[in-house]
């Protein structure tokens, strides 16, 4: 597919990770920008699975299922101004990857994630990740914090702009359609959420836990700007994106996999298993062993 956010490559700076572009080395072609999206996808899910096996620490399906999306906001969806909610907190891993991709994070500081003294902990918390605003894992908070600070930005005519990614499951909870209520009502077009819809929660998958799999049409009778993309398709995000109407909060809903592309691949024990003692990732990212 090719690319629609040319422009948006310019912003794609050095890191410290390893990926050494420079705005004077921006690609010229659609197939030199789909080649680089594609080889800052597979180095963050390599660094994701890498991190996740040394630390032996669970959760994985629910990273791979958001990390399409976290690392092309954190690339080239996001101003530097702009701010950041992961309310489903149990993604960690991927928000670290994706600060890490852009040159927030070190490699030392990734070693350490889930490890006693990190900064790095299962759950974002404390102030030693770059642009944490609160700390999440308790499910269902983040919109209503992420619709204050839209309002808050408003107010004070900054421009900036919310992002904030959620889980399917959250959207259970009462909390997240009062704040849908409260920012259709602002007329919110500066905050955007992004649900990863990938089918599963804790207990099962959403439509068996509260027959609960038509969340697009759900928030759209609410008065959001609601669009549906493919998740782990970044032309796809990207378009999702810029797809926001004036005067209404904009809700991107990604169609994804849970646990993508591992053994256990759209099942419940990637929610919360670790990866096998086995496991070996190989250059795409994927299991080489223990594909059981």
């Not at 976290?70 to 990857?97: C, N, R, T």
């Not at 003294?117 to 030693?128: A, E």
């Not at 609601?226 to 005067?247: E, F, K």
């Amino acid at each position: 597919m090719t690319l629609a956010f040319g422009f948006a490559m310019k912003r794609f700076l050095p890191t410290r990770a390893g990926m050494k572009l420079s705005q004077d080395k921006t690609p010229s072609t659609s197939m030199d920008q789909q080649a680089i999206v594609d080889e800052v996808i597979s180095r963050a899910r390599r660094r994701l699975l890498c991190m996740h096996l040394h630390a032996k620490a669970g959760h994985v399906g629910g990273n791979l299922s958001c990390l399409e999306a976290i690392v092309a906001l954190h690339h080239w969806g996001m101003k530097p101004e702009d701010q950041f909610v992961l309310s489903k907190g149990h993604s960690a891993g991927a928000l670290y990857v994706a600060l890490w991709s852009v040159g927030k994070l070190s490699d030392a500081e990734l070693d350490s994630f889930c490890r006693d003294d990190t900064t790095l902990p299962g759950h974002p918390s404390g102030t030693g990740i770059p642009g944490l605003l609160f700390s999440t894992g308790s499910l269902g908070h983040g919109p209503s914090l992420s619709a204050g600070l839209a309002l808050a930005a408003r107010h004070k005519g900054s421009g900036k702009r919310v992002f904030c990614l959620c889980s399917d499951g959250e959207w259970q909870e009462g909390a997240c359609w009062e704040a849908l209520t409260f920012a259709v009502h602002q007329r919110l077009d500066n905050l955007t959420i992004l649900i990863d819809q990938n089918g599963w929660q804790g207990f099962g998958r959403t439509e068996e836990v509260v027959s609960f799999n038509d969340l697009t049409s759900r928030l759209e009778s609410f008065g959001g700007s609601v669009v549906s993309v493919d998740g782990h398709d970044i032309a796809a995000i990207m378009g999702g994106l810029g797809a926001g109407q004036a005067n209404r909060p904009h809700i991107v809903v990604l169609k994804t996999v849970k646990g993508r592309g591992l053994h256990y691949e759209d099942r419940l024990d990637s929610h919360y298993l670790p990866l096998p003692d086995d496991f070996n990732v190989d250059a795409r990212g994927a299991s080489t062993e223990g594909s059981r």
